[in-house]
Nanobody
């Protein structure tokens, strides 16, 4: 059974950094589209960053230059390094995966992903 497990969330002050991890287990040995999303209460889940099967990475405008998505295919993991964090970056961050996804200037939306992790909470205080 395919599972995604996120970790690395926590509480930091504005300007600080966190690195989130997402480990995939039970998946076939092939490339997958992977994405990071975040959600705050009362709002829709929004894409933060995504990587397609060709290794192309896209970011939401709000995080460009501050967040970096990396992948470790051997460990079947993706990471989201977050720097210069702002209070508006707070939320629950989710990792997602699918066999394929769209290509574009922005990360694919949530309905393009099949598998989801349970989320990890990030709180940035001012």
């Amino acid at each position: 059974q395919e599972t995604l497990v996120e970790s690395g969330g926590g509480s930091v002050q504005a300007g600080g950094s966190l690195t989130l991890s997402c480990v995939a287990t039970g998946f076939e040995d092939r490339d997958y589209c992977m994405g990071w999303f975040r959600q705050v209460p009362g709002k829709e889940r929004e894409p933060v960053a995504g990587i397609n099967v060709d290794g192309e990475i896209t970011y939401a405008e709000s995080v460009k230059g501050r967040f970096t998505l990396t992948q470790d295919k051997v460990k079947k993991a993706v990471f989201l390094q977050m720097t210069s964090l702002k209070p508006e970056d707070s939320g629950i961050y989710y990792c997602a995966a699918h066999e394929y996804c769209s290509l574009g200037p922005t990360p694919p939306p949530d309905y393009e992903y099949k598998w989801w992790g349970q989320g990890t909470r990030v709180t940035v205080s001012s």
